[in-house]
């Protein structure tokens, strides 16, 4: 078994389960996580202990096959141990960097404007696969002080193995991170996003929306034939009521699709008064995309409409276009390009 798939707690039932002291299972997660140790001899616990955990588990690597350096970002494309292919890309901001990291190997979600989603999905990607993608990343960028669940594949429809990977990164005799540094995305599993409401889930939620109507989200993202707009928007209002969490809705703007300033009023009231808040994200287009971004002045007109219905909205920074790092093109580029 890949050892970064143990949680605290799984550490702490197999130690009890071979009859040793569930504090066995801090240091061996001090070890991995806060010392770095990358193989059983590199453990910071006896050789007994290293004996028994060498019977049931193993440190895999992460093969690393292409990365595109820009000057905000950076992808990397890595090969897991069965051959199937998964992105990871750290985005550098003045304060440090943050890394986004996939969770599947392709994705079922088939939203029109997303090239990961051209790629059906494979399998889902264990908590130690996610982790490793983190763990890689560190080691060229030790000032990381965020983390993105955004790349390749939905979260929420690898719900289990994603809640143990986040329960890693907030361990907090491990990498310790924030749960306020730590945002999980998804495009609208409905029961899903009722189960992290009802277990109390500490980090952040974003929601992938792009589209203010049924009509238009139900074109663009088929998952709104299943959980369309007032059934996703109680879920997530209902989520952020309930842990007093805000919560973004993140808006590809896609140009002479849902850039209208119609749509920017239509959005505002499905908003109404809630504590959520939206991400405009400029289209980042590719060769052979049917959809481009709108210009500066359109989307800062879509801008004025929220704003003006006292919607709170941000503007991401574009990060990553010199290097193809809209989710999932490096791995589509790859593929495409014969590989």
Do not use: W
Request: proline content about 4%; charged content about 25%.
């Amino acid at each position: 078994m890949n050892i970064y798939d143990m949680t605290y707690k799984k550490f702490c039932d197999f130690f009890a389960e071979n009859n040793e002291k569930p504090s066995r299972a801090e240091a061996v997660m001090t070890s991995l996580y806060r010392e770095g140790a990358d193989s059983l001899e590199k453990l910071s616990v006896s050789e007994k202990i290293k004996a028994m955990l060498s019977e049931d588990f193993h440190f895999p690597s992460l093969e690393c096959i292409d990365i595109s350096d820009g000057e905000t970002a950076v992808k990397y494309l890595f090969r897991l141990a069965d051959g199937n292919l998964v992105e990871t890309v750290l985005m550098r901001h003045e304060y440090g960097g943050s890394v986004c990291v996939s969770t599947q190997a392709g994705c079922n979600m088939g939203c029109k404007f997303c090239r990961s989603g051209r790629l059906k999905k494979i399998r889902n990607l264990t908590a130690g696969e996610i982790v490793q993608q983190v763990l890689f990343v560190k080691k060229h960028t030790p000032s990381l002080t965020g983390i993105s669940v955004m790349g390749i594949g939905e979260p929420l429809d690898n719900f289990d193995n994603v809640m143990d990977f986040v329960d890693i990164m907030l361990y907090p005799k491990g990498l310790s991170f924030a749960p306020r540094k730590i945002t999980v995305s998804t495009c609208g599993l409905v029961p899903e996003i009722e189960r992290l409401t009802a277990e109390h889930f500490p980090c952040n939620l974003a929601v992938s929306l792009h589209a203010p109507n049924d009509i238009l989200r139900s074109d663009l993202m088929p998952v709104n034939k299943a959980y369309p707009l007032p059934v996703l928007m109680k879920a997530v209002k209902d989520f952020s009521k309930k842990l007093n969490k805000r919560v973004a809705l993140e808006y590809v703007m896609i140009k002479d699709v849902n850039d209208s300033v119609v749509n920017a009023a239509e959005l505002a009231e499905l908003i109404g008064d809630s504590n959520l808040y939206v991400n405009i994200i400029r289209y980042n287009s590719s060769e052979g995309d049917i959809y481009e971004c709108p210009d500066f002045e359109q989307i800062m007109r879509f801008y004025d409409v929220l704003k003006k219905n006292d919607i709170s909205v941000t503007m991401r920074r574009e990060l990553g276009s010199s290097v193809n790092a809209a989710c999932g093109q490096l791995r589509s580029d790859y593929i495409n390009n014969g590989n």
